[in-house]
């Protein structure tokens, strides 16, 4: 996918991180958001989201979407990023904001682009399933033209926190078990959650692969309004930033998956990533058993809890 001249990432790292705060200011001695927090042997999560994808995405391609009030935590980081490929967003406004605002950057250099978009946030314990997973959801991509294709993380346990895809009939594919979405669960209850692994979901993982076009005619049957917003500034990457700031005053907080992804299931397929050892690094508990599942004790967990490791089950 290196040599693809047509293949996009966009590596998400402009959340708050609110949730995990608490570990982070024992980690680092700030507020800063968790993608920006160096939780595994000294690398942040950012950086180990941009190494991982670099070994099969060119990094000429990747995007950042990222937040101005973050620039102090992202600046040295991510120095040797061109301009262009940096979506910088003057507040945080919810994920359909920053996904919406890199398509459209995205779409002024490559109208012919198909878009992978990655969460900095997540945790594998074998990266080689995940990116034989990003390749085949690039490939699945392009040989359905319309879709939107979802990696879905093989369950270990009915977690609660997690959001969930409830598949429905298989598309025949040489790159991996998929299938269409028939609906999604947002953190059940444990009976529900019981039910949805014995039934053979999948946690969703939020990774996403589609064409541009694709994205953005999501973006116009869902949330218009929204669209248009966007389209009305100009926002290739010699914008001006006070067009920038004025456009995000004026929009609300949308979230992608409640306001976009929710009501477009004709378009979604579902790939099933398995043996990745995946999770999502939401909160502190979960945090400390995916670092003791992998056989890591940094300095600072002992501060932190007061036992090593945590009771959680590990969602490696």
């Known amino acids: 996918m290196r040599n693809d001249p047509h293949a996009w990432a966009v590596i998400l790292a402009g959340g708050d991180g ?5 570990l982070t200011r024992v980690i680092s001695g700030d507020d800063r958001p968790k993608q920006f927090c160096p939780i595994f042997e000294g690398q942040t999560l950012l950086t180990q989201t941009r190494e991982r994808l670099a070994k099969t995405l060119s990094r000429d391609r990747t995007a950042f979407v990222v937040v101005k009030p973050h620039e102090r935590f992202y600046r040295d980081e991510l120095s040797s990023v061109e301009p262009a490929r ?11 904001a920053g996904i919406l605002y890199s398509l459209l950057r995205i779409a002024s250099l490559d109208e012919d682009a198909v878009v992978g978009f990655f ?8 990266e080689a399933p995940f990116l034989h997973a990003v390749h085949s959801a690039f490939v699945v ?4 033209s319309g879709a939107i294709v979802l990696l879905g993380a093989e369950p270990k346990h009915p977690e609660i926190e997690y959001g969930w895809i409830e598949p429905g009939a298989n598309i025949h594919s040489p790159f991996g078990d998929c299938s269409r979405v028939n609906r999604f669960w947002e953190k059940p209850a444990i009976e529900v959650a019981t039910e949805l692994q014995d039934r053979g979901c999948l946690w ?5 692969v589609g064409s541009v076009r694709t994205f953005l005619e999501a973006f ?5 309004e929204l669209l248009d917003r966007f389209a009305q500034t100009c926002l290739g990457a010699n914008t001006c930033w006070e067009d ?5 005053r004026t929009i609300a907080p949308t979230d992608f998956s409640h306001r976009v992804l929710s009501v477009s299931s004709e378009r979604l397929l579902v790939l099933r990533m398995e043996h990745a050892g995946w999770s999502d690094l939401g909160k502190p508990e979960r945090v400390i058993a995916t670092l003791a599942t992998a056989g890591i004790k940094p300095p600072w967990a002992m501060s932190f809890g007061g036992a090593y490791p945590l009771s959680e089950k590990a969602t490696a």
């Open 18 to 22: 609110t949730r995990l705060q608490a």
């Open 86 to 96: 940096m979506v910088v967003q003057p507040s945080n406004r919810g994920t359909a």
């Open 119 to 126: 969460p900095s946030d997540h945790y594998y314990g074998n």
């Open 141 to 144: 991509a392009r040989q359905n």
């Open 204 to 208: 969703n993982t939020f990774i996403m």
């Open 220 to 224: 116009q049957s869902s949330v218009p």
């Open 244 to 248: 920038v700031h004025r456009l995000y």
